[in-house]
C-alpha cells in the first residue's frame, strides 16, 4: 500500500512537472505511430499520426517508454517515446531546405529584377541628364544670341536716332536754305524790277532829252 501511494505521489509529481515544461518532437520519419488514449496497449487508439507532424510532448512516462503529447489539432493522447525524436525528420529537413532555397532563389530573382529596373531606371536617368545638359546648353547658346541680337538692335536703334537727328538737322538747313533760296530770288526780282524801272526812266528822260537837245541845235544853225 505504501509503495503504491508513493508511486502515485511521483507519478503526480512528473506529471505536474511535464506539464509546466512542453517541449517540441516530430515523429520519426520511418513509422505512422498511434497515438493512444493511455499510456499502453491496451488503451484505445485515437488516431494515426503520420511520420515527420510535430507534436508537443506535455510529459513523458519512462517506466511505461509512452509520452503525453498534443497534435497541432489539440488532440491530447499518449505514443511511444522511442518513435519521438528532437528535431524534425530528415525528409522534412530537406523538404523545408528545398523550400527555403526555392524561396531564396525566388528572392534572388526577384531582387535581380529589382537591379534590373534599378539599373533601367539609372541609365534612364543619366539620357535624361544628357538631354537636359544639351537642352541646357542650346538655351545658353540661344539666349547669348538673343543678348548680341539685343546689343545689336540697340546699337541700331542709337544710329537710327543719330541719323533721325541728322535728317532733322538737314531738313532745317534745307528750310533755311530754301527760305534764304526765296529771299534771293525775291531781292533777285526787285533787282532786276528795279533795274527795268531804272532803264525805263533813262530811256524816259533821253526820249525827253535828246529831242531837246535836237531842237536847241536846230535853232541855233537857223540863227546863223
Known amino acids: 500500500m505504501m509503495k503504491t501511494t508513493l508511486r502515485a505521489i511521483l507519478f503526480t509529481l512528473i506529471f505536474s512537472a511535464s506539464a509546466a515544461y512542453a517541449a517540441p518532437a516530430w515523429v520519426s520519419d520511418e513509422f505512422e505511430i498511434m497515438l493512444r488514449s493511455g499510456p499502453s496497449t491496451s488503451n484505445a487508439i485515437q488516431l494515426m499520426i503520420g511520420s515527420g507532424m510535430q507534436l508537443e510532448v506535455l510529459e513523458s512516462d519512462a517506466e511505461s517508454g509512452?509520452?503525453?503529447?498534443?497534435?497541432?489539432?489539440?488532440?491530447?493522447?499518449?505514443?511511444?517515446?522511442?518513435?519521438?525524436?528532437?528535431?524534425?525528420?530528415?525528409?522534412?529537413?530537406?523538404?523545408?531546405?528545398?523550400s527555403d532555397l526555392t524561396n531564396a532563389n525566388s528572392r534572388g530573382t526577384s531582387l535581380g529584377s529589382q537591379l534590373s529596373a534599378i539599373k533601367s531606371e539609372y541609365d534612364s536617368a543619366n539620357r535624361r541628364i544628357d538631354t537636359l545638359e544639351r537642352e541646357k546648353a542650346?538655351?545658353?547658346?540661344?539666349?547669348?544670341?538673343?543678348?548680341?541680337?539685343?546689343?545689336?538692335?540697340?546699337?541700331?536703334?542709337?544710329?537710327?536716332?543719330?541719323?533721325?537727328?541728322?535728317?532733322a538737322a538737314a531738313e532745317i538747313r534745307a528750310d533755311t536754305l530754301e527760305q534764304e533760296?526765296?529771299?534771293?530770288?525775291?531781292?533777285?526780282?526787285?533787282?532786276?524790277?528795279?533795274?527795268?524801272?531804272?532803264?525805263?526812266?533813262?530811256?524816259?528822260?533821253?526820249?525827253?532829252?535828246?529831242?531837246r537837245i535836237r531842237w536847241q541845235r536846230g535853232s541855233r544853225y537857223d540863227r546863223f
Do not use: C, H
Open 138 to 167: 542650346a538655351a545658353e547658346k540661344e539666349l547669348a544670341e538673343v543678348r548680341s541680337t539685343a546689343a545689336n538692335v540697340l546699337g541700331i536703334n542709337e544710329q537710327n536716332r543719330s541719323l533721325l537727328d541728322e535728317l
Open 66 to 98: 509512452y509520452s503525453r503529447v498534443r497534435t497541432p489539432g489539440g488532440t491530447e493522447g499518449w505514443v511511444l517515446s522511442r518513435y519521438l525524436m528532437n528535431e524534425s525528420s530528415a525528409r522534412e529537413q530537406l523538404e523545408r531546405l528545398t
Open 181 to 211: 533760296n526765296r529771299q534771293l530770288s525775291s531781292q533777285t526780282m526787285r533787282y532786276w524790277f528795279m533795274s527795268g524801272a531804272l532803264v525805263l526812266v533813262i530811256g524816259i528822260i533821253l526820249g525827253i532829252w535828246l529831242p
